[in-house]
């Protein structure tokens, strides 16, 4: 599987962006999915994660009730909304897929990565 991050860019405190991660590979529909962000000087941390139907999702609790995921087995897609940005929400976010059906919220579950799409959040 190869993962295409895309959507990151500049946006004021309280505003919104959607991420969008285009994946290839015929083993996508089979797979969770995931959404991590790393800040400057800092680890790499869990966002958000979906199992392979989108019936399924979790999120860090610094997100909750502001993002969404979601996936579009169709179109080989997931997406990340996120709305109500804060400025501790800059990051780069990484998304990731894992060899298994079931979502997961550490680094160590998933299997590919993509390089990430920055996002800037200005007060």
């Known amino acids: 599987v190869q993962l295409q991050a895309s959507g990151g860019g500049l946006v004021q405190a309280g505003g919104s962006l959607r991420l969008s991660c285009a994946a290839s590979g015929r083993t996508f529909a089979r797979s969770g999915m995931g959404w991590f962000r790393q800040a400057p000087g800092r680890e790499r941390e869990f966002v958000a994660t979906i199992n392979w139907s989108g019936t399924s999702t979790y999120y860090a609790d610094s997100v909750k009730g502001r993002f969404t995921i979601s996936r579009d087995n169709a179109k080989n897609t997931v997406l990340l909304q996120m709305n109500n940005l804060k400025p501790d929400d800059a990051a780069v976010y990484y998304c990731?897929?894992?060899?298994?059906?079931?979502?997961?919220?550490?680094?160590?579950?998933?299997?590919?990565w993509g390089q990430g799409t920055q996002v800037t959040v200005s007060s």
């Open positions: 990731a897929a894992r060899i298994n059906l079931s979502g997961g919220s550490y680094v160590s579950d998933y299997d590919y």
